[in-house]
């Protein structure tokens, strides 16, 4: 049974710092593509960034040079480092993990709140 669990998420004033984790279990997790979605109130989940099984990264644009996608396949764990936070990065974070073309598994979401 695949479950992933984030953590990290909470309030932070604009320009600040928050480093999100998303420890997985029940997979063979050097194996599986993971990444950040987010989902802001009102609005479609969209994607943050990816890591393949290999290292690719990939991130939207609106969070290039700000947020930074890590991996640590001994702990089953992926990270998201997230720098200079604005008000628009206000949403829930979603980690996801996708095998192939399988459908992907989700975790449970956590707030990150961006306010002075």
């Known amino acids: 049974q695949v479950q992933l669990v984030e953590s990290g998420g909470g309030l932070v004033q604009p320009g600040g710092s928050l480093r999100l984790s998303c420890a997985a279990s029940?997979?063979?997790?050097?194996?599986?593509?993971m990444g950040w979605y987010r989902q802001a109130p009102g609005k479609e989940r969209e994607l943050v960034a990816t890591?393949?099984?290999?290292?690719?990264?990939n991130y939207a644009d609106s969070v290039k040079g700000r947020f930074t996608i890590s991996r640590d396949n001994t702990k089953n764990t992926v990270y998201l480092q997230m720098n200079s936070l604005k008000s628009e990065d206000t949403a829930v974070y979603y980690c996801?993990?996708?095998?192939?073309?399988?459908?992907?598994?989700w975790g449970q979401g956590t707030q990150v709140t961006v306010s002075s």
């Open positions: 996801n993990a996708r095998l192939g073309l399988r459908n992907p598994d």
């Open positions: 029940g997979i063979i997790f050097r194996l599986y593509n």
């Open positions: 890591i393949t099984s290999a290292g690719n990264i």
